[in-house]
């Protein structure tokens, strides 16, 4: 079973991210083989969940809070998405990392928050351009791994991570699936020192309907995180379209 997941960003009004969903669920059919969900803004999750609740989509939140309840001007809690519906959560994006400044203490709290409210975190990690140049991708994401996962109790909580080279997201120039492959196969390795039980690990970073394929035909590649083409029914629908091709 491969993750297909689309991360709408803020690339969508409200009145297109309606459109794009109802067009999703009149277009995309169950499959055995693939778990969709989609990440809307936050505006517009609970309208977009109405029209995907019925269907094979699920659907998760971009960005959700380190706490529970409380006073937290503008943050929507874990168990507020819960309530309306959310299966997932993105935590520690690299756009949430890197533009708004979260730490891997903040991607810690935010795990632990899920779990309570019982949302399955997507974790992504990811090294930057300036990591690489200078070999320090390992490093870069055994210390992402850790914070997030050392003594972390899933109780009998599913969680996901997302291997997104920062250098890659937006930018048109994928990892090449080769090295996202070696790096995947690794983090699984690492992962397995704080978890027990398989972790998906799902690529992301410049995917699209030309090289989706590249990346789910490796065994250790468990999925795919894609952002812009997502937003976009045209590119989504070939993806998909792509990835049936396959089997
Ligand atoms: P991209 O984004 O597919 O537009 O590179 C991926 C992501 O940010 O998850």
């Not at 533009?99 to 935010?110: M, S, W």
């Not at 991708?137 to 003594?151: D, F, I, P, S, V």
Request: proline fraction near 4%; glycine fraction near 8%; hydrophobic fraction near 40%.
């Amino acid at each position: 079973m491969k993750y297909i997941f689309g991360n709408w960003k803020m690339y969508l009004t409200v009145e297109q991210s309606i459109k794009l969903a109802q067009e999703l669920v009149q277009s995309v059919s169950s499959h055995q083989d693939f778990q969709y969900a989609i990440f809307p803004n936050t505006l517009v999750f609970s309208r977009v969940y109405e029209l995907l609740k019925d269907s094979s989509i699920g659907i998760g939140a971009q960005h959700v809070a380190g706490f529970p309840m409380g006073a937290y001007t503008g943050e929507t809690s874990p168990f507020m998405f819960k309530e309306m519906g959310a299966q997932y959560a993105l935590i520690g994006h690299s756009e949430r990392r890197h533009i708004f400044g979260e730490t891997n203490e903040d991607v810690r709290k935010k795990i632990e928050m899920c779990i309570e409210a019982k949302l399955v975190p997507v974790v992504c990690i990811g090294e930057t351009q300036e990591d690489r140049a200078q070999n320090k991708t390992q490093y870069r994401l055994k210390k992402q791994l850790m914070k997030a996962l050392e003594n972390l109790s899933l109780n009998g909580s599913r969680l996901v991570i997302a291997y997104e080279p920062v250098w890659a997201i937006g930018s048109g120039m994928p990892c090449l699936p080769e090295d996202a492959d070696d790096v995947i196969g690794w983090i699984k390795q690492e992962v397995s020192q704080y978890i027990h039980g398989p972790i998906p690990v799902l690529y992301g970073g410049s995917v699209s309907p030309e090289n989706v394929l590249s990346y789910v035909s490796h065994a250790d590649i468990d999925g795919v995180l894609i952002g812009g083409a997502s937003a976009k029914f045209d590119a989504f629908m070939e993806i998909i379209s792509q990835l049936k091709k396959s089997l």
